[in-house]
């Protein structure tokens, strides 16, 4: 299983720490980086990459957000994008165009992409707007990797 | 009950949090429920969002919000004196949208609609824009009902 301490990553210093216990792991992780409204989880083996938004969901917060996860995307280059929206409490129609610039993208480099943990009033808004029927939501109690039904910190 | 208050703030897109969360502190007083006070928080967001991106387009203006309860119902203005909307009938077509590029979906109006009662769009090219939303908030058993702190934390 995988755990993080106190310690974990500060994408401004660069400094952080992952501990493992047991032996489940199943590749390389890049670990969560945290500070600002998102942290994210790399699976190097599987080529996927999970992104866990923190806060709400305005047009101020989704500038940053969409700065943030394009520079992942085009890094890693992911075969699955996962958003967890389990922090997110609020989100208007900023986040609609903010995760499908984010589906072009993934999908442009051969990637599909994925939401999970949506709650009943963010779930309105992507149920509205046919987000859903583009990008499907997922149960991650449903997955085989334990890294993905792992949560962050 | 009757109630009234009035806001003005700078065209910031770091100001909508603080124009949602004024509104929803101020209906509280009629024990919303969570659904109530997030949909009124996401309507707000949404007309006051439209004045910084295409009432004002990121230059600076001022945005006016005035809310009135009168009885059990909610009456929210959202003001700009920005560009103004050629043509509203279009404007408020689900998806349309004059900025894609900017990665809007052109929901916003679509979701005033759908999460208030009523929406009114007086708008005139030049000269700036009024949004006028109305919604009714239902009478609950008080085990359903929100603290003003749960309102604002929700
Ligand atoms: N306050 C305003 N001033 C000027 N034009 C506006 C204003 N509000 C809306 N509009 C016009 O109406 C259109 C539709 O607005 P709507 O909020 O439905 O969609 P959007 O803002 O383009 O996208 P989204 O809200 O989904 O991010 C806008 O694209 C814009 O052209
Ligand atoms: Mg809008």
């Known amino acids: 299983m995988l755990s993080l301490e106190n310690n974990v990553g500060d994408i401004e210093t660069g400094s952080f720490c992952l501990t493992f216990e047991g032996t489940k792991r199943t590749g390389p992780i890049v670990p969560i980086i945290t500070g600002g409204s998102m942290e994210y989880k790399y699976l190097e083996n599987q080529k996927i990459l999970i992104f866990k938004i923190t806060e709400e969901i305005d047009e101020f917060k989704a500038k940053e957000l969409r700065r943030k996860a394009d520079y992942e995307i085009e890094r890693f280059m992911p075969k699955r994008v996962i958003f967890d929206f389990n922090r997110v409490s609020f989100m208007d129609s900023s986040g609609i165009g903010m995760i499908i610039g984010r589906y072009k993208q993934t999908s442009m480099l051969g990637g599909k992409m994925e939401l999970t943990n949506l709650r009943p009033a963010v779930r309105k808004i992507f149920e509205m707007s046919g987000v859903l029927r583009l990008i499907p939501e997922i149960d991650l109690e449903q997955e085989e990797l334990p890294e993905l039904q792992q949560n962050f910190i | ?154």
């Open chain 2, 1 to 154: 009950m009757e109630n009234e208050m009035k806001l003005e703030f700078i065209s910031k897109s770091n100001n909508e949090a603080f124009a949602r969360i004024a509104v929803a502190a101020f209906v509280s007083s009629l024990d919303p429920t969570i659904e109530e006070i997030s949909d009124i928080k996401t309507a707000v967001s949404e007309a006051v969002t439209n004045s910084i991106v295409h009432g004002y387009e990121n230059k600076k203006g001022i945005i006016h919000i005035k809310c009135k309860i009168i009885n059990r119902k909610i009456y929210i203005e959202i003001s700009d004196n920005g560009k103004g909307i050629e043509n509203v009938e279009l404007a408020k077509q689900p998806l349309y949208t004059s900025k894609p590029d900017l990665e809007r979906s052109g929901m916003g109006f679509t979701i005033m609609e759908s999460f208030m009662d009523k929406l009114t769009v007086e708008s005139i090219l030049g000269v700036g824009t009024k949004i006028i939303m109305e919604k009714e908030i239902k009478e609950l058993p008080k085990s359903e009902n929100l603290t003003l702190e749960e309102a604002l934390r929700g």
